[in-house]
Every structure is written in C-alpha cells, then in structure tokens.
C-alpha cells in the first residue's frame, strides 16, 4: 500500500492563479481531511469529508473549495491564489468514524508569490 | 490553535536527558493525540489517551492525560538524535470528527 499520497510534492504560483492539490489513499478511508500548516500555528483544518460525495468545513475555509467524487480522492482547489496561501499543506484520512489514527501524507510546500 | 497550548516551543537537549513536552486545554478534551512530524515530512502517530488519568508507553515515550482531561505531558526518557523532530499535539474537543492541533514542540536532540 502507497498509504496516503499527495500531488505535486511542491508548487509555486503567481498571485491569482489556480491550482488544484490531489490527495489519494489506497487504505478504503471513509475520512479524509485538508489541513495547512504555518510556523507558530500548527495545522489548521480547512476541510473535510466523511465519505464519498460529502464535504465540510474545517476551521479556515475562505479562499479554498474540495471534492470528493471518488472514495480514494481528496481534491483541495485555490480558486485565484493569495500570498497568504503560501503554507506546507497535509492531506489526512482514517478508516472511519469510530477509529481515531489519521494516516498523513507527506505534504505540498505551496509558495504564492 | 490557541485552545490547545503547547509548551515548549522548542528544546534543545544533550543526548541521554529526559525531556517533558506539555499540551493544555482550556475545555475538557475528549481525545487527545500525540504525533511527531520530522522535519519536511508528514505526521506520524504516536499515542491516543481518552480516559482521565490515563497513561500510555512506547519504547521510551511516556504520554499521560490528567484526570480533568485538560492537560497531556508527553515525555522522552534518555533521548537520541532519532527523537529529534516537531510534537505536535492533537485534541478532539467535542466528540466530533475534527482535530485541533496545538502549534507544535521543535526538539533538537545533541550527539
């Protein structure tokens, strides 16, 4: 099992252009998750999903919008890029909801310039 | 998060020293997770506690969650250099499918 990959491992972009990051697990998670990470801040839930066809809101949603058509896929979208999306970003799932470990990938260092 | 305090922000130790890192809460927690992220990779699971006083070892890593269920300690007996990266602690405040997480403990372990 791969486990819980990212796509691209790393990106810069231009301010008001979009992207989208790809989140893939191959472990049948109903649960997934997109968090940020900033120094000082720890990470910070910007959305999620409990299953397939289903997402939600984390803690800082402005500026970003998800999908989830397919089990295996989270996908993380940045409608017009802002400097202050510049972060590390982790994508997470965990089988479902009664268990409590996420499986973390290992992250996409976006840079918005 | 500011619900979820840590504390240090970050330690630097010789080899050998034993180490606390601390995590507190302002509300009644009902998980709280210990992961370690090396530095430019992802998170890695290290502990779950759930129950007041409850108290949980891997190899030399030693996790306790008080009996209000507000504050967590983990700590590092004799460290290595293999121990050295960022702890970062995790809550569920309210029984839901999110996690808060604090801002991290960068620890430097010196040969």
């Known amino acids: 099992n791969a486990g819980v990959t990212q796509t691209p491992k790393f990106r810069v972009l231009k301010t008001g252009q979009s992207m989208t990051l790809l989140c893939a697990q191959d472990m049948n998670h109903e649960y997934m998750y997109w968090y940020r990470q900033d120094p000082g801040m720890g990470l910070r839930l910007i959305h999620y999903s409990v299953g397939e066809g289903t997402t939600a809101k984390g803690e800082v949603p402005d500026g970003y919008n998800v999908s989830r058509l397919k089990k295996q896929n989270f996908l993380l979208g940045l409608e017009s890029a802002a400097p202050s999306q510049t972060s590390v970003y982790f994508c997470a799932s965990k089988p479902d909801g009664s268990s409590y470990e996420q499986y973390f990938g290992p992250g996409t260092r976006l840079t918005v310039t | 998060s500011q619900e979820l305090e840590q504390s240090p922000q970050s330690l630097i130790v010789q080899e050998g020293k034993n180490l606390t890192i601390n995590c507190t809460s302002s509300?009644?927690?009902?998980?709280l997770y210990w992961y370690k992220q090396k530095y430019g990779e992802g998170l890695i699971f290290l502990m779950m506690?759930?129950?007041?006083?409850e108290e949980k070892s891997h190899e030399k890593i030693t996790a306790k969650l008080d009996e209000k269920k507000q504050q967590s300690s983990l700590h590092i007996t004799a460290s290595q250099p293999s121990h050295a990266g960022i702890y970062l602690c995790g809550a569920d405040m309210d029984s839901s499918y999110k996690l808060i997480f604090g801002s991290g403990t960068r620890l430097l372990v010196r040969p």
């Open positions: 509300k009644t927690l009902y998980g």
């Open positions: 506690l759930q129950k007041g006083g």
